[in-house]
């Protein structure tokens, strides 16, 4: 289940689930899981730092919950989690694995652990693999209790992977699995999207497939051809006011204009597209990687964008590069050869009186994009911008 799915569940629950924390590493934030922290019900939410999909689901006080294994309890208030009661409710399984480190026996069946606390430090010499004569040696003590259950998909802990989204989390929705950003000879041209879809045949959702398909979108294609292309927006924006507007060279750039440009909002492509207040052709896409610690996190689903770079280098003309969703500021810097002008600061806050609490961000322009970059150097979000339209105030006079 994608992070935004699970977030909207407990907020819709807000009463009966509260204290929910929110953990995730600011400096650094691919290199630990998205934690989503129920305080009160002792558990844990671990959804994947690429994909923030649901990986693991750990539940840390087992006094707080009560559990059953197909219908019968296991952990309640009058049945305590012993070795005895989990070897009754599942089964046999391969003998414990004692990690030395945690103090703690790791029970493991297949998508399911427990870890067993020891009473003392006097027991666990005896459990030490190298003091292991066959597997006798490897028992939990009886009478031990769970201290923590994991559950997971596949055989093991360590390696697992948040599965692919289940048919049953689309709910009508359609998601990005891939964004190439397609250019021409001076800068971005357009999209093209590998879209996952449930299947909408007839029939039960039991019967449904999930389709992938290809679609491409292109600046100056106009808005029935973007909706025949990508459906419905999640929501159509109309901008009020454009604050780097003080930064365009064109003198009559304080002129207000009478009817405003609108975004059509794919919040679960991780993609918005502004369209002209006066020709409704495409003429902005904004790509969101929905990294915790930015003003938008949540709003958007990760959108898994690659694009290429023009790289002048003396040994190879017309060289590209390809900057990701994962791609840091500083690389994509050595990559191009040279430092980029300086960025242009982005404050964002919900009203003049309120202050952001992640801080600002850094736009820098580059290509006919901009990249907009968190403090801790992760790319933030990309504009890309088309070309420039010649002539465009000739356009009325063109009309018959």
Not at 138 to 144: D, E, F, R, S, T
Not at 283 to 291: A, G, Q, S
Not at 366 to 384: D, G
Request: glycine content about 6%; hydrophobic content about 35%; aromatic content about 10%.
């Amino acid at each position: 289940m994608p992070l935004a799915q699970a977030v909207a569940i407990l907020q819709k629950h807000c009463r009966i689930i509260k204290n929910v924390q929110v953990l995730y590493s600011e400096q650094s934030p691919l290199s630990h899981d998205l934690i989503l922290n129920l305080t009160q019900d002792g558990i844990k939410l671990l959804f994947d730092a690429f994909n923030q999909r649901l990986k693991v689901i750990e539940v840390y006080d087992l006094t707080k919950v009560k559990l059953k294994y197909c219908g019968v309890h296991f952990n309640s208030q009058a049945i305590a989690p012993t070795i005895e009661q989990i070897d009754q409710s599942f089964g046999a399984t391969h003998p414990g694995v004692y990690n030395s480190a945690e103090q703690l026996f790791h029970l493991n069946f297949r998508g399911l652990s427990f870890s067993f606390q020891l009473d003392s430090w006097t027991e666990a010499p005896k459990y030490e693999p190298n003091f292991a004569h066959g597997l006798a040696s490897l028992q939990i003590p009886h009478g031990a209790t769970v201290k923590r259950m994991y559950i997971y998909s596949g055989n093991s802990l360590q390696d697992t992977k948040a599965p692919v989204m289940p048919l049953s989390c689309f709910l009508g929705n359609v998601y990005a699995e891939s964004v190439d950003v397609l250019r021409d000879g001076t800068g971005p041209s357009g999209l093209r999207l590998r879209l996952l879809a449930a299947g909408c045949g007839p029939g039960l959702l039991a019967d449904a497939k999930m389709r992938v398909f290809e679609r491409s979108v292109y600046f100056g294609d106009s808005c029935q051809d973007v909706l025949s292309m990508l459906g419905s927006p999640h929501k159509v924006f109309y901008k009020s006011e454009d604050k780097m507007k003080i930064h365009s060279p064109s003198p009559h750039k304080q002129v207000p204009s009478k009817c405003n440009d609108y975004f059509f909002n794919y919040f679960t492509l991780g993609v918005d597209i502004l369209f002209d207040a006066n020709t409704h052709k495409v003429k902005k896409f904004v790509l969101h990687t929905n990294y915790p610690g930015h003003y938008n996190f949540n709003i958007y689903h990760r959108c898994e964008f690659k694009i290429p770079l023009a790289i002048k280098k003396e040994n190879a003309d017309g060289q590209t590069e390809t900057c990701t969703t994962y791609s840091k500021w500083d690389s994509i810097q050595e990559l191009l050869g040279h430092p980029v002008e300086k960025p242009v600061v982005l404050h964002r806050s919900s009203s003049p009186n309120n202050t952001n609490p992640f801080g600002s961000t850094f736009c820098f322009g580059l290509q006919r994009m901009i990249f907009e970059v968190m403090q801790n150097n992760h790319i933030a979000s990309v504009t890309l911008y088309g070309p420039p339209r010649p002539g465009a105030h000739l356009r009325t006079a063109e009309l018959p």
